[in-house]
């Protein structure tokens, strides 16, 4: 699970979503995230001899997993003291969507005629009538509004206030599903902290900065205004004689005709000192609220003693943690929504075509590339296989598909990993979704490397490592994904030798179930019911 989840990620629009998302908690009182698996058709021309033809093929932009963020005003819902957006009564979404996109979603519904860009349709409470209403803000975009309710199981759409759900008004069940076929509300809320331990929106970054960011604005302007007056310091003459801008410039010398002749500054000399130390403690103040310049990046001032640099970024990384635990907390939510949508959507079989006539259903393959196991960089792939279901073998009779999946990667020549995966078994499990906030800053490789030598050093001579996969570890280091590399092209061979290791380490029941692996042999896993 935890694979194909990372195939949705680098196959969607997930990455540049949280993107968005974790912008939008700096700003916001609430940003979400939503977890959505559509199908939508296009039509396409194909020449035909001298003429074309129009068929309809999967859009690959507007279909699959998609992840669209909505703001606070996009989403409505009923009890704002409730934190846990699945015990809400009703959740409606707003959106708006080009005319064409529209079209390839509800372009097949009965009462699409009825949809006109930059019109809504709405109810008069008075006379019971529907009267369109003109949408000046939004010309030619299509209002979409979802309405969803868990406890009913109900999820209806209208599109510019046009009903588009089932013709039987009763039968509109909300489309995300759970492993027990049970709805769910298909979005995630992401904020900066809470507010309280009861009110549903969050306190943004901007929000808890609002208050000493306006005192940091007043001093600023009231100390640069006093700079600029000191600098072009307004003067009182009394005299006869005339003083202007014509005779003041540098290193001008001037005699005056009236020996009473006085120039005198009309303001004393102000103390900015006092100003900008005052600014100082503003600044401290929001960076104790935030992240402090010297763990963005920036040098810290020659006074500071290295001690005094190192609590305040561990005071920063402190802060930062409990934001990261906020932050985990929604993606442990919107990870449980990902694996809804693997479960129910990506590892089903989907009907294939065959020669243009007959279909057969088929179980897709998962490829991830650029995976490092054991030390090694290779490829993962993750096949469900319909000939596991429901099939019971003895331990023979696994060790023996298992070495027939080496033969299937070209043992010992391969540069794979093969996981087979018996389908009922993985859509039968419930998962757990886990994520650790603890590192909020990336790892110092300098530091990592120093204590895998010093690791290597101690435990070097100990009989109870294992010699290959410490040296492994370590190189590993120094070098992503390229220990194979490293290890001696003798004892690769002399483990591929006179035969396999027991393939059947691991109990039948893990969801990964057999892999075939490259320079070493490698244990398989094979799931049965």
Request: hydrophobic share 35%.
């Amino acid at each position: 699970m935890r694979e194909i989840i990372e195939w949705m990620v680098y196959n969607s629009n997930y990455k540049s979503s949280f993107l968005m998302v974790a912008m939008g908690m700096l700003v916001n009182p609430v940003t979400y995230l939503g977890a959505e698996y559509v199908e939508v058709y296009q039509k396409i021309k194909t020449r035909i001899g001298k003429g074309y033809t129009s068929k309809e093929i999967i859009d690959e932009v507007l279909s699959g997993f998609q992840a669209p963020v909505y703001s606070a005003d996009q989403i409505l819902f009923s009890n704002a003291f409730e934190q846990n957006v699945q015990k809400q009564r009703f959740v409606i979404k707003r959106n708006y969507l080009d005319y064409t996109e529209a079209q390839a979603k509800y372009g097949e519904h009965e009462n699409w005629d009825y949809v006109q860009p930059g019109i809504t349709s709405v109810l008069g409470n008075a006379d019971g009538l529907f009267y369109d209403v003109k949408d000046d803000d939004h010309p030619f975009l299509v209002e979409e509004v979802t309405y969803l309710n868990r406890r009913e199981d109900t999820e209806v759409c209208f599109l510019g206030g046009i009903y588009t759900g089932s013709p039987n008004v009763e039968e509109n069940p909300i489309r995300h599903r759970d492993s027990r076929n049970a709805p769910k509300y298909n979005i995630t809320p992401y904020g900066y902290q809470r507010i309280n331990e009861h009110f549903f929106f969050y306190k943004s970054l901007m929000n808890a900065q609002y208050w000493d960011n306006l005192l940091l604005d007043s001093q600023y302007e009231l100390g640069m205004n006093r700079a600029f007056l000191d600098t072009e310091m307004p003067i009182a003459v009394s005299g006869v004689d005339k003083i202007d801008s014509d005779i003041i410039f540098p290193r001008s010398v001037v005699a005056f005709s009236d020996k009473d002749t006085k120039v005198s500054p009309l303001l004393p000399q102000a103390n900015l000192g006092q100003m900008f130390q005052a600014m100082g403690v503003v600044e401290s103040s929001m960076e104790e609220s935030s992240v402090s310049g010297v763990t963005a990046g920036q040098l810290p001032d020659s006074a500071q003693k290295a001690t005094s640099v190192a609590i305040a970024q561990r005071n920063a990384q402190t802060l930062l943690q409990g934001v990261g635990k906020t932050l985990a907390e929604s993606t442990v939510q919107y990870g449980q929504l990902m694996s809804d949508i693997a479960i129910n959507n990506l590892t089903v079989p989907q009907a294939e075509e065959i020669l243009g006539k007959e279909s057969k259903l088929k179980y897709r393959s998962f490829i991830l590339n650029n995976k490092v196991v054991d030390g090694k960089e290779s490829n993962k792939v993750l096949q469900f296989d319909e000939s596991l279901l429901g099939l019971e073998i003895t331990d023979d009779e696994k060790r023996g598909k298992n070495l027939e999946l080496l033969k299937e990667v070209g043992y010992p020549n391969i540069k794979s990993h093969l996981y087979k995966i018996n389908p009922e078994i993985f859509h039968r499990r419930r998962y757990l979704c886990r994520v650790e906030p603890e590192r909020m800053f990336p790892k110092n490789e300098e530091f990592i490397q120093a204590m895998a030598v010093q690791f290597y050093q101690l435990l070097r001579g100990d009989p109870l490592i294992e010699p290959e996969v410490l040296v492994r570890k370590v190189v590993r280091a120094f070098y992503h994904g390229e220990s194979d590399q490293f290890i001696a092209k003798q004892v690769q061979n002399v483990m591929g030798m006179a035969g396999l290791p027991n393939p059947n380490e691991a109990s039948a029941g893990r969801i990964m179930t057999s892999r075939a692996m490259g320079a070493a042999p490698p244990t398989a896993q094979m799931l049965t019911v």
